[in-house]
């Protein structure tokens, strides 16, 4: 990979990565390092210029969605927005004598504290409130499951794993990540009836397919949506 910069009439730069490779035709693309171009070994400089120059418009755009997409890290300041069960709900804080029990009113997520100006305490009690209504609801969500299989789980916990959404050991145990309680219900549903099927199926086989299938028939489409949750679901530590 070369790195080169195109220059725009209008005086934007734009770094760029060339791949030169035998091919006759130019490729873009835009991954999470910027604008990447494959072009044919001998394109001459200014015509590879001239394409690119064809083509800023789009390349442009292209760059601007991409960073739109990218999430922003957590401030855990005032108004910072959240995720709740798939709603759109935003942090309030406010200074008060002594600590109240964080409040979710309407879309407000009520921190009332002396201790508002320190971001990693608000931090701390906005994770801890999560987990508070995580627990509860994926518990709900696995006993009814588990009364349909005629199965029995032993335990049910939340995890904070940073790659994994559950788990299911073979003491019955379910693991679930707190972060799910901020995607909308459905992508719970999928995570925990997927955790259930291990219960008959410790694989990925057909046969735990099968099991998934008919606890949650949706499975392939929500796996799919799944994966542009991630990023999103991963914003908070
Ligand atoms: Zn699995």
Not at 29 to 49: C, D, E, N, Y
Not at 129 to 157: C, I, K, N, S
Not at 167 to 187: D, E, G, T, V
């Amino acid at each position: 990979m070369i790195e080169r910069v195109l220059q725009l009439p209008n005086g934007v730069s734009i770094a760029y990565q060339l791949a030169l490779r035998a091919r006759k035709t130019i490729g873009l693309k835009i991954t999470a390092q910027g604008l990447v171009v494959h072009a044919p070994k001998r394109i001459s400089h200014s015509q590879l210029q001239d394409i690119l120059l064809q083509k800023s418009h789009w390349i442009q755009q292209k760059l601007h969605q991409r960073e739109a997409q990218q999430v922003l890290p957590m401030q855990w300041q005032d108004g910072e927005p959240l995720l709740f069960m798939g709603q759109d709900i935003q942090l309030s804080l406010s200074r008060h004598a002594k600590s109240l029990p964080v409040l979710l009113v309407g879309d407000m997520l009520c921190v009332r504290s002396p201790n508002v100006d320190d971001p990693a305490w608000v931090a701390q009690r906005v994770l801890q409130w999560y987990a508070q209504q995580a627990l509860p609801d994926f518990t709900r969500r696995v006993q009814l499951l588990a009364t349909q299989m005629g199965e029995a789980v032993t335990r049910v916990a939340l995890s904070n794993a940073k790659s994994r959404w559950g788990s299911c050991n073979s003491l019955k145990q379910i693991r679930l990540n707190w972060r799910l309680i901020q995607a909308p219900p459905h992508i719970i549903q999928y995570v925990v009836a997927h955790e259930m099927a291990h219960l008959k199926e410790m694989n990925h086989s057909p046969r735990f397919y099968s099991v998934l299938g008919q606890l949650f028939p949706q499975h392939l489409q929500v796996e799919k949506e799944m994966k542009a949750w991630s990023s999103v679901l991963h914003r908070m530590a």
